[in-house]
């Protein structure tokens, strides 16, 4: 080949890949710092308890994806930027199943982003405005909105309330659950909530709740129709957790299954299996839906 074409070979393919460096674009970042809950009305919705470890981030309507709290995000955005951010939950406590948490207001800021500059980014969320609370148990009113469950309760077995260093928030209380370390490995202490007869189908429903222990913690409904026949729904088991851990399960399929003049009470029981010394604590816990 001549060496004046390869000359011009070699020019314009220099040529192109100069065209391809200066196309590159060199991303900006924000950094998820860790997410806060702030409520409107503790006396209404409780205390602003939630575990959002993940988070589905979006620049200027565009789905950036699914991202770990403590991550450095790039966006392929720069000047002003609408930053949104919506909760990623564990769905039904599953860790490998992440939806977005419908009874949280997505959080949402206009950053000015800069090639190659990190920016922090804090998520503050609050319940959405249609969120309604039936339910709610802290430990910390007067008095305790469960009672126990006859068929499930032996002397001795109890729930007290707890303000020491292992409750939720030192200084509040949380429900730490007692029960004899003789009984046999059948033991089970339940409490359960009121009789609720007038819950929606066909929207959002949820229970939260924050807890501890060395036994499973089984969470469900009793539900009874217009003849009377009740069916106890275990939704439930949690694996002992030595540390605090959050809930988040949705309610709604089997609330929906059931159609409408039904009658429910939420139940949360305890089995000491064969734990010599059972322990449980828990607190927080809400049932929320969309009204």
């Not at 209380?173 to 033991?187: D, I, K, L, P, T």
């Amino acid at each position: 080949m001549p060496k004046r074409i390869l000359g011009f070979i070699l020019l314009a393919f220099l040529g192109i890949t100069s065209c391809k460096q200066r196309d590159v674009f060199v991303p900006s970042y924000i950094h998820l710092k860790p997410v806060v809950l702030t409520s409107n009305n503790q006396d209404v919705q409780g205390y602003p308890s939630a575990k959002v470890e993940d988070v589905f981030v979006f620049s200027n309507g565009t789905t950036r994806g699914l991202f770990a709290i403590g991550a450095d995000v790039p966006l392929q955005n720069t000047g002003k930027t609408n930053i949104r951010i919506s909760p990623a939950i564990k769905y039904n406590g599953y860790g490998e199943q992440k939806a977005i948490y419908p009874m949280f207001n997505f959080f949402e800021k206009d950053i000015d982003l800069t090639e190659n500059k990190v920016d922090s980014v804090q998520p503050v969320f609050t319940y959405v405005e249609n969120a309604f609370f039936p339910f709610v148990e802290d430990y910390d009113g007067n008095g305790v909105q469960f009672e126990y469950n006859p068929q499930f309760k032996l002397n001795g077995d109890t729930i007290i309330k707890d303000n020491s260093d292992k409750a939720w928030l030192p200084g509040k209380n949380s429900g730490r659950v007692q029960m004899g370390s003789g009984a046999s490995s059948e033991n089970i202490l339940e409490v359960y909530s009121k009789v609720f007869t007038n819950w929606p189908t066909y929207t959002d429903f949820y229970l939260e709740m924050d807890y501890k222990g060395n036994i499973p913690i089984t969470v469900g409904l009793y539900a009874t129709n217009a003849q009377f026949e009740t069916s106890r729904v275990k939704m439930y088991i949690t694996n002992p957790k030595e540390d605090w851990n959050k809930l988040y399960l949705d309610l709604q399929p089997e609330i929906n299954s059931r159609g409408s003049n039904i009658q429910y009470r939420l139940f949360i029981s305890f089995n000491r299996a064969d734990v010599v010394n059972p322990e449980a604590w828990i607190d927080n816990i809400k049932i929320i839906y969309l009204d």
